[in-house]
């Protein structure tokens, strides 16, 4: 049976065509719930193509803004190239993807072929769940919860982060956040380290915003607060996870340390225009 593709650009219906799909890898598929329950409450425009054999959904394939990259779900070869096809076929720019590595280097591939464009690889990242929380000793400090006082704290941290090269996030959005209780801070007569987690979906929270000033780094806070958040998260009933840059050993053995383990790798492709 052909893959056949289905473009839509209502969350709502999105999520409820694929919601049983994407909940049996909640691990995997966390980016793409997330986003799109986040798109529900706060309306952004987007695109999401639902893949399809028959009745049954095999892939998602997420873009809001719609000058973002794609993100991508695994898929089968099939979906893939049913769903590259559709995309161009439309006549539809997509500056690049980001998915499971295997997924997204044949979409690039794909891609490169139908629109007779250039696709350059570009960040690696890994997938982590936490498996056995090890937490770490600490000499001093505790976690808290961030409040509306550390609002502009935040927001100087976040722009830092931001910087170095991580996900953009708007005032609103983190005011929005810090009220819900999803920031989080090491405190040592002040805030020394922070870190967050996503709208819990599928019973999987994913930690996230994970931030100390460089002068404050290398003295175990990050350490400190992503495992002290990670108890507390898995005291609530949830599970952990998080993405990793591969280019970063540091973040990658602090995690491992902590107990999370890998499930799966992702990486980034970025598209020139076609000649």
């Known amino acids: 049976m052909a893959a056949e593709v289905r473009l839509l650009d209502d969350p709502v219906s999105a999520l409820a065509i694929s919601h049983e799909f994407l909940r049996e890898r909640p691990i995997e598929h966390n980016l793409i719930l997330t986003l799109l329950e986040q798109r529900i409450a706060d309306p952004t425009p987007g695109r999401y193509w639902i893949v399809s054999e028959g009745d049954q959904v095999i892939g998602v394939v997420f873009q809001s803004p719609l000058d973002f990259l794609a993100t991508l779900t695994p898929m089968s070869d099939a979906a893939i190239r049913a769903a590259v096809e559709a995309i161009a076929n439309a006549k539809i720019t997509l500056p690049g993807v980001n998915g499971e ?10 891609w490169t072929e139908v629109t007779k464009s250039a696709a350059t690889p570009q960040q690696g990242q890994r997938i982590y769940e936490l498996r056995s929380l090890q937490l770490p000793e600490v000499n001093a400090g505790m976690l ?17 982060f931001q910087s170095e090269g991580m996900p953009s996030i708007t005032s609103h959005v983190l005011a929005a956040r810090v009220e819900a209780g999803q920031f ?31 002068e404050l780094r290398q003295r175990g806070f990050a350490s400190a607060c992503v495992g002290q958040l990670s108890a507390h998260l898995v005291s609530e009933g949830h599970r952990c996870m998080l993405y990793t840059d591969l280019g970063n050993p540091i ?4 995690y491992r340390r902590l107990g999370y383990e890998a499930v799966s790798e992702v990486l980034r492709y970025s598209f020139a225009i076609g000649t």
């Open 184 to 214: 989080w801070l090491w405190h040592l007569d002040q805030p020394v380290s922070m870190a967050a987690y996503s709208t819990v979906t599928e019973g999987v929270a994913r930690v996230a915003a994970v931030y100390t000033p460089p």
């Open 144 to 160: 808290r919860p961030a409040n509306g006082d550390d609002i502009d704290l935040l927001a100087r941290w976040t722009s830092d």
């Open 101 to 110: 590595v295997g997924t997204a280097a044949r979409f690039a591939g794909h």
């Open 251 to 254: 973040s990658n053995s602090i």
